[in-house]
Every structure is written in structure tokens, then in C-alpha cells.
């Protein structure tokens, strides 16, 4: 886990360490993506379920980890089904989806994301990046983390768009 990208002190990261060790069993990686999310809702709900009480609401209760750290954690370990969900997506799923989420409901994020995912344009066009991308020999980047890329990107460039015309330096 120490290729986190993450800034997580050492004795912090032991913590983490035991407590990802129960995701071994859990459900939900046993799915590849495209699985994942063929999956019919209920199921598909309830392993995100497990994976909130089993594991993210245990990360969270360690101090100096928060939602954003937990998936960054997650990511790394199963980066083909967990997606990173920073501070600005969740300040964004909190002013337009869900005013009155908490860290807590983790699932509540996590079930969202999935669903955005499953809208048949949104799934065509990530595949399509996604065949794109791998033609290119840039096979490390998953399906999930392009996801994240064009999550990030837009988030950067509404922030920005006050200014005139985007700085590209900035984005990097």
C-alpha cells in the first residue's frame, strides 16, 4: 500500500493495512467492472453495502483518513472496480444529488457513481476511451481511473472557468 497517493503517516498506514486485509472476501472483487455493473441494482447495492460497513466506515474511523484517503486506499488495492472519489466530487455529489450526504453514507456515493456509470452513453463512451487508450500501450489505466481523469478534468476546468479560456498549466 505504500504506493498510495496519498499522504498517510506510517503508523496510520499499518492501521489501514489490517483493516483492508477483510476485503479479501468481500463480494464485490470478485466482479470485473463491466460485471459489476450488469448486475441487477439490488445485488449490486448490497455488496456496495458490505463494502461500506466492512471496510470504508472502519477506514474512516481512523484519524487523519477521510472519505477521500479511504478510496485512494481502496483504488490502489482493487483499481478495476473502485473508483477515487476526491473532496471537490464529493463537494459537487453534495451541492447537486444528495445536500444532505454524509461520510457515513458512503454507500450512498458509491451506488450514484455505479449508476452514472450504467447510463448506456456514459458506458459507451468510457469503453470507447477505454479501446482507445489501450491501443496506445496505456494499458495501466482502468476503466475506473479514466472515469476519474474526466471527472477530475471537468471538476478543474468549472472551477476555472471564471478565468478566461482555461490555464493549461494549471491542470497539471
Known sequence: MNKIGARIKKEV???????????KSLNIFKYDLEQFLSMNEKDRDEQIKELNEIVIQKLLRINGIGLSTTTKILHTLYPKII???DNPLQNKYKKIINNIWKEKKADEIFIDFYNNLKIESNRKNLNFIFNEISKNNLRNLTRIRIFDILWWSYLKSEKLKNKKGISWISIG
Open 13 to 23: 498506514l499499518t492501521e489501514c493495512e489490517i483493516i483492508t486485509e477483510r476485503t
Open 83 to 85: 473508483p477515487m472519489i
